[in-house]
């Protein structure tokens, strides 16, 4: 049975930092390529950042720079580091992995507000 996991949402100040976990069994995860997404209120899910099986990364205009995402396949987990955050990221952020089929978590709040 797959299951993907997502950590370590929460309440952070304008500026302030969090980071995201995400950890996936079920599958053989060093094969998978992996991903960040994000839906806000009234708004359809986007793109945050993904990274390849090989560790190629790329990531949404809206976060380069701010954003890190990176992979640990001896733990089956990927990680979102996210500093100097906005009010307009305030979103459930979901991971997904894929190769041809897609297998999706059920997201963590990240809520960024003073």
């Known amino acids: 049975q797959v299951q993907v996991v997502e950590s370590g949402g929460g309440l952070v100040q304008p500026g302030g930092s969090l980071g995201l976990s995400c950890a996936a069994s079920?599958?053989?995860?060093?094969?998978?390529?992996m991903g960040w997404y994000r839906q806000a209120p009234g708004k359809e899910r986007e793109l945050v950042a993904t990274?390849?099986?090989?560790?190629?990364?790329i990531y949404a205009d809206a976060v380069k720079g701010r954003f890190t995402i990176s992979r640990d396949n001896a733990k089956n987990t990927i990680y979102l580091q996210m500093n100097n955050l906005k009010p307009e990221d305030t979103a459930v952020y979901y991971c997904?992995?894929?190769?041809?089929?897609?297998?999706w978590g059920k997201g963590t709040l990240v809520t960024v507000s003073s």
């Open positions: 990274i390849t099986s090989g560790g190629n990364t």
């Open positions: 079920g599958i053989i995860f060093s094969r998978f390529n």
């Open positions: 997904n992995a894929r190769v041809g089929v897609i297998y």
